[in-house]
């Protein structure tokens, strides 16, 4: 009836009342939102409610409610929404972290001390005396006058002062209440910290989690953890997705069913399959029953140009492909020997390799910020503004980056890191000075017996840089295409999601197996998760419209939860 709230809002009132009655309770809770729930808006709602309430109190009395986010610009985000009040701290687990934790000297010098890796780097610095430990350049060094941390320092010593009675009283001072943004992807160490420490003993601060466990797609524990003393809330809205995109997602997940918010809005959800190929398929470690490449290729295109003439616009600001490897698109934007190198792994798309991070993350983030004159974000993102005493100073700084810039677009991958090495603007990682160090002691020539991962990198130091300019581009979406790994949390009007194969860690075919036959046991659970997070994650990202393409052969099992999942109405024999 006109004028009454969607079925969307009525949920998410129900759920934002039951958060609020835990909060007047100081009782924990765990906010389970759905993709398109609006777990932010539920977080924002929370924090502006605590400041109308006990904002003046809050701050009178020297404290405030942290808010700890996953990402910078989640923390940009919540803090815009409330104005940066001064009575929320909201910051990302490493700032909130090192906030806390660097108060306290003595202890970050036992325990980095106690860390057993750097051990022998403290015995060559001469010991650890009374240096100064600080964070700011995300690598681990000592020397006479001060201690750097690692990244991964900062949650695993903060873990590690949440057992200690005393450091856990200046917290919950410091900080009443606590909310948790992602919580399913904050570090397992803080997490099992607070569970252990906070939430058993109910002496800690008021804790609020906001997340979602199907969306976890990095880490192994895919179940929902139980966690004591804390409450249980599931959001059953979707704010993003038209009916029939939300029919699909409801009965891949029926214990938590959302509600739409606009009940008439119209749109497809449709999945293709490729089972009338007659051609003989290919089976590797890595993929069973795949189409061949030219084949793979080909279907892709059908789909695509199908969807063109019945009006999808794949302009990339409307419209996503999303594809879980990337040898089918690597030659089209840019980066063949890059895919070639890492054979059908991932680990490049998801920056888990120590070079491709390094350069991704910070040089070409640098190099922007150079370009485009931003000289105090440039400086940010080395570690701090450096010393320039005189004006050659300055024009050395100059020349080193002007080289920088020219290496990105003529250089090799090997020669870019060698000219850091020689200038440190910016300083390599420590990851990367490890691999550099590994070769200069075997030498320039590969060995028999030498490990995979270094042969790896041997030939990536030899791929034009551009072609890494070119991934950071797919990674950072300025392309449409991209991984289902690289969209968490983003949306679009329209989303095609291919399935192939090409790495072991997914295996659709069996998946949809799974769905129908409930046959998970100890072999198969982390397969059968981890495909299933990633498929929630891809399928729950389109507004309009979604349509699926499975390239490898579904047996009769597989095609069941397929048409239960989209309607048989929905499911489409690609011809081949």
């Not at 609006?38 to 309430?53: H, P």
Request: with cysteine; aromatic share 8%.
């Amino acid at each position: 009836m006109t004028g009454q709230p969607s079925p969307a809002v009525v949920a998410a009132q129900q759920a934002q009342a039951r958060l609020d009655e835990c909060l007047g309770n100081s009782q924990n809770f765990r906010l389970e939102a759905g993709a398109g729930a609006g777990k932010t808006y539920s977080l924002v709602a929370a924090l502006k409610k605590i400041i109308a309430e006990s904002g003046p109190a809050l701050i009178h009395a020297g404290q405030q409610v942290a808010c700890i986010t996953y990402t910078e610009v989640a923390r940009q985000e919540i803090a815009n929404e409330i104005e940066e009040h001064p009575a929320i701290l909201v910051n990302t687990i490493h700032g909130f972290g090192w906030a806390f934790i660097s108060r306290f000297q003595k202890t970050l010098r036992e325990l980095v001390a106690a860390h057993e890796p750097y051990s022998e780097a403290i015995k060559a610095a001469g010991g650890i005396q009374d240096q100064q430990v600080d964070y700011n350049l995300g690598f681990f060094g000592i020397d006479e006058k001060r201690i750097t941390l690692n990244h991964d320092d900062v949650p695993r010593f903060l873990a590690a002062m949440l057992a200690n009675a005393k450091f856990k009283r200046i917290l919950k001072s410091l900080y009443p209440v606590l909310f948790i943004d992602e919580y399913q992807d904050t570090d397992p160490l803080v997490m099992s910290a607070l569970a252990d420490h906070f939430f058993a003993s109910g002496d800690g601060p008021i804790t609020g989690l906001f997340g979602d466990h199907w969306q976890t797609i990095y880490r192994k524990d895919h179940a929902l953890l139980d966690l004591p003393n804390v409450e249980g809330i599931d959001k059953g809205s979707n704010f993003r997705s038209v009916p029939v995109i939300v029919d699909v997602l409801n009965r891949l997940r029926p214990e938590l069913v959302q509600e739409v918010n606009d009940v008439d809005g119209q749109g497809e959800a449709r999945f293709f399959h490729t089972n009338l190929f007659a051609g003989a398929r290919v089976d590797s470690r890595n993929g069973k029953q795949e189409l061949p490449e030219d084949s793979h290729a080909d279907s892709i295109e059908r789909v695509r140009q199908t969807l063109q003439d019945e009006g999808w616009d794949f302009d990339p600001a409307r419209t996503k492909i999303l594809m879980l490897t990337h040898n089918a698109i690597a030659a089209e934007r840019g980066y063949p020997n890059i895919a070639r190198i890492f054979d059908r792994n991932e680990a490049f798309a998801k920056k888990e390799d120590a070079a491709i991070a390094f350069l991704a993350d910070t040089v070409e983030p640098i190099c922007a910020a150079y370009k485009a004159g931003n000289y105090g974000e440039m400086f940010r993102l080395m570690g701090g503004i450096p010393t320039i005493r005189k004006t050659a100073d300055k024009a050395q700084w100059q020349a080193d980056m002007d080289a920088l810039i020219a290496l990105r677009e003529t250089g090799t991958i090997g020669e870019l890191i060698d000219h850091l090495k020689g200038t440190r603007r910016p300083r390599l990682s420590d990851r990367v000075v490890h691999r550099e160090d590994e070769i200069a002691k075997l030498g320039p020539e590969p060995t028999e017996d030498e490990p995979k991962s270094l042969k790896r990198y041997r030939e990536l130091r030899n791929v034009p840089y551009r072609e890494l300019i070119a991934v950071t581009d797919f990674i950072n979406g300025f392309t449409p295409f991209a991984t289902q790994h690289s969209v968490k949390g983003a949306e679009f009007e329209n989303v095609l999601v291919i399935l192939s194969g090409g790495w072991n860690h997914y295996n659709w075919p069996q998946f949809f197996e799974l769905l129908t036959t409930g046959k998970i046991t100890d072999k198969n659970t982390g397969g059968f998760h981890r495909c299933r997070n990633l498929f929630y994650v891809a399928v729950s990202r389109p507004k309009k419209r979604l349509a699926v393409l499975a390239t490898q052969a579904l047996s009769d099992a597989a095609m069941e939860a397929v048409t239960k999942l989209f309607g048989a109405q929905n499911v489409v024999d690609l011809p081949m």
